[in-house]
């Protein structure tokens, strides 16, 4: 029955964003399209095109008791732009899910960002004898129409339920110190999600995080540390059809 239960939840998590989601994006109540984060491979690679550094990153989270999900990311900057790259796995005992990203993002313009991925996805039941795999492409933009506003973009295929996610949003940056994100994320059959998020940066080394999303309804909150070349991520996430998410990363920056 376990196996049978969670086959059913695939569908929300095989899109690689709900799987492979930045611990920082997660307090953010999930917005994605303005970051230029450590996971923009899978989130809006349009975002690599801003990165200055290579990176590496490990991270856990747990959306269920039974259910753990591990992330390995990879950042690497070239003289046009970054290539990068998220690997993850999840899965109990007989069943398992496994997802690459492979993305490209590039600077068009000092205003305008582009990026391209590939998610490749397989699942199986070894005991049913199952296995499917599925290949996403997703497509993002971002522009800085000013110091202090960033509006993105984001479309990406979603061959399991053979239908395209569309995102848009804006994030807009006050006091030298806080960052405000909106959101709106558009699921052909499933309604829209509003998601929004506030960064506030208490010192150099320490910045809180705060989010809200509906569809369902989640509420969040993060902390994120800094100490010289790493950066620690600690978040959570309280869901009212499912209780807390937590989630925690590392990444090494050089």
Same mark, same amino acid.
């Given at each position: 029955?376990?196996? =049978? ?6 569908? =929300? ?7 492979? +989601? ?19 491979? #899978? +989130?809006? !690679?349009? /975002?690599?095109?801003? @990165?200055?550094?290579?990176? &590496?990153?490990? !991270? ?14 990879? +950042? ?5 732009? *970054? %290539? ?6 999840? $899965?109990?005992? /007989? &069943?398992?899910?496994?997802?690459? %990203? ?5 600077? &068009?313009?000092?205003?305008?960002? *582009? ?9 199986? @039941? ?13 497509? /993002? ?7 202090? %506003?960033?509006? $993105? ?11 395209? #996610? @569309?995102? *848009?949003? #804006? ?8 960052? #405000? ?9 499933? $309604? @829209? ?25 989640? %509420? ?18 309280? =869901? ?15």
């Amino acid at each position: 029955m376990l196996p =049978v239960f969670f086959l059913s939840l695939f569908p =929300v998590f095989i899109t690689g964003q709900s799987v492979a +989601q930045e611990s920082s994006r997660a307090a953010l109540g999930g917005t994605f399209v303005t970051g230029s984060g450590f996971m923009s491979a #899978c +989130q809006n !690679q349009a /975002g690599l095109g801003w @990165i200055e550094h290579h990176s &590496l990153s490990l !991270q856990h989270s747990r959306p269920f008791m039974e259910l753990g999900v591990s992330v390995l990311a990879a +950042q690497i900057k070239d003289p046009k732009g *970054a %290539w990068g790259t998220v690997f993850s796995t999840f $899965g109990i005992t /007989g &069943l398992r899910q496994s997802s690459v %990203w492979l993305s490209y993002g590039m600077r &068009l313009s000092p205003s305008l960002s *582009a990026g391209l991925g590939m998610h490749f996805h397989t699942f199986s @039941i070894p005991e049913k004898s199952f296995f499917h795999s599925g290949l996403d492409l997703a497509l /993002g933009l971002q522009t800085r129409i000013s110091e202090h %506003w960033v509006l $993105g973009v984001h479309m990406a295929t979603e061959s399991s339920r053979q239908s395209m #996610c @569309i995102s *848009a949003g #804006c994030a807009y940056s006050f006091f030298n110190t806080a960052t #405000c994100y909106s959101e709106l994320h558009i699921k052909p059959g499933q $309604g @829209i999600q509003l998601a929004n998020g506030l960064e506030w940066s208490l010192r150099k080394q320490f910045s809180l995080m705060l989010g809200i999303s509906n569809l369902p309804l989640t %509420w969040s909150a993060g902390v994120a540390v800094l100490r010289q070349n790493w950066v620690m991520h600690l978040a959570f996430q309280y =869901v009212t059809e499912n209780g807390s998410i937590p989630h925690s990363s590392l990444h090494y920056v050089w």
